[in-house]
């Protein structure tokens, strides 16, 4: 039987700052076992910088960490592990050329006499631990070549691995994950709940949040604002604790919906004629036109990113034409839909999008300056003026432009990647999953842009497996289903009517 309300992580006046940046200052948190506790709050609140500090990624500059009421320095994330803590952060670290099983057990094979790994043992190990996931797949398969969705579970059945774990931490662990898969992980994070394992959900899905939570705490601008009973927070009381401010813009942006549901009548920018990749995904149609905004809604793996791939020239199709202003596209390659006005942001931005190395200006004018040719520089001023004038347009928070796009949080990486398309000034811009992983402030923002861009006539591709945000902000709905295009709203159509569509039923 678990103790209840014992302590096993106490954090007092944690202090961090990163250069100029104070990224905590003054926090306290505390994790009791058996509880799952959600940590929520805006992009750069401090969520991560504090698991970082928990997990001895980073060390703080000031506070006191006590495991099971001992003051303890947390030397290393190896440290970390050996006293019980397991993490799986938003962006998963795993190695794509290994199997899944070696991914799970790097590190902890099973040995044969002490001198080579004895690999049945550690696929029967993988396989056990995966198959309490709810997860039944090959695991000597390349985990390059699996889904984004398996990846993902992979690393949490790695966190889990470790037998002395006590406190497991996920940050953003449903991102990635489709609607059956999450109540999977929930019913196993619950059941670790009564084996006496303290859980810190970090999520952006505040709905998950107050389905699985027992206590949420939030963060604003590194600061605490506050640690609450989830039975005893609204949901809109919970926002605005985490944007800290009035929630009439936030209500606006539910309410909205674009009036101009008729199909545009212009001639159509961009036309896909009966295109289709073996293994990729069915023959589609689907016409894209300037002032409209074209939502592609289905289940992970449904073919949403396949379509955005083929449009954007990654994948080049083996049926059907695409035109472009009429004219038939032949040149496939992400080179050649720069310059034809096509752009392109990235599922996931942290192997696609962003260059962690190289600043937030660096990253800004990386494919414009494609676009100009590396025998046309762009000037040091003119990037300055490009970077700071798309940092104040999409409010992103950095110390400068000089600063490593990898210091930012996800929701500003995220805006950087937007800002870097958005000076191309492109005239076509394909979305996929924008706003994953970002908090309702910067959903906001981007949704609005999004609007905005169609009223000065650009034509957008919104991808996002949220569907009232697809609902909210396109023009017309394409429904995927099993690689194939199955269905096509415009005007009023509600919510249950696309859900029976996604799932195959009249």
């Known amino acids: 039987m678990v103790e209840a309300n014992k302590e096993i992580v106490t954090m007092k006046g944690i202090y961090k700052s990163f250069l100029s940046v104070q990224a905590l200052e003054d926090v306290d948190f505390t994790l009791n076992l058996g509880e799952i506790h959600a940590l929520v709050g805006e992009n750069g609140a401090g969520k991560s910088t504090l698991i970082k500090v928990l997990t001895g990624v980073e060390q703080p500059d000031a506070g006191v960490v006590m495991i099971n009421q001992q003051k303890m320095t947390i030397r ?72 984004v969705a398996i990846q993902q579970m992979a690393a949490i059945a790695r966190a889990l691995e470790i037998s002395s774990v006590k406190v497991l931490v ?44 027992d206590r949420i705490t939030v963060l604003r601008n590194g600061r605490l604002v506050g640690t609450y009973e989830t039975t005893s927070l609204a949901r809109l009381e919970l926002i605005q604790k985490m944007i800290g401010r009035s929630l009439a813009a936030y209500d606006n942006m539910t309410q909205t919906k674009l009036e101009s549901s008729q199909h545009i009548e212009s001639e159509a920018l961009l036309e896909a004629k009966e295109v289709g990749l073996a293994g990729s995904v069915e023959p589609f149609d689907l016409d894209l036109h300037a002032g409209e905004v074209v939502g592609l809604a289905g289940l992970l793996g449904s073919g949403r990113t396949e379509i955005a791939r083929l449009l954007f020239g990654i994948d080049k199709p083996d049926k059907g034409v695409i035109t472009m202003d009429g004219e038939v596209i032949k040149n496939y390659s992400p080179l050649d839909s720069i310059m034809r006005g096509i752009a392109l942001c990235p599922e996931d931005r942290k192997a696609q999008g962003i260059v962690g190395e190289l600043t937030v200006r660096e990253n800004i004018i990386l494919a414009m300056q494609a676009d100009l040719g590396w025998f046309k520089y762009l000037g040091m001023k003119k990037q300055y003026e ?27 990486q995220q805006k950087v990647i937007l800002a870097r398309w958005l000076a191309t000034n492109p005239r076509l811009l394909i ?12 959903k906001a923002e981007i949704q609005k842009l999004v609007l905005l861009l169609a009223e000065e006539g650009k034509s957008c591709v919104f991808i996002s497996s949220e569907l009232d945000e697809v609902m909210r902000t396109s023009h017309r709905i394409v429904v995927l289903r099993d690689k194939e295009k199955t269905a096509e709203f415009s005007g009023d159509v509600d919510e249950p009517t696309i859900m029976h569509a996604i799932g195959g039923s009249e």
């Open 76 to 147: 290393s994330p190896q440290h970390a592990q050996e006293i019980g803590i397991s993490t799986v952060y938003q962006e998963t670290n795993l190695c794509p050329d290994l199997s899944v099983a070696e991914n799970i057990l790097i590190g902890r094979e099973p040995m044969k006499w002490g001198l080579v790994i004895d690999r049945k043992a550690m696929n029967d190990n993988a396989r056990q631990i995966l198959q309490e996931l709810g997860v039944d797949l090959d695991v000597t398969q390349t985990l390059g070549e699996c889904s």
């Open 170 to 213: 996920l940050d953003e662990p449903t991102s990635s994950l489709d609607m059956s898969e999450v109540d999977q992980l929930f019913q196993v994070i619950r059941k670790l709940r009564e084996s006496g394992v303290g859980i810190i959900f970090i999520t952006h899905f505040l709905d998950q949040v107050f389905e699985v939570s």
């Open 431 to 442: 979305l996929d999953e924008p706003t994953r992983g970002i908090d309702v402030g910067a």
């Open 386 to 412: 490009i970077a700071e004038e798309y940092i104040k347009l999409l409010n992103i928070v950095t110390p400068s432009a000089d600063q490593p796009v990898k210091n930012l949080s996800g929701g500003n």
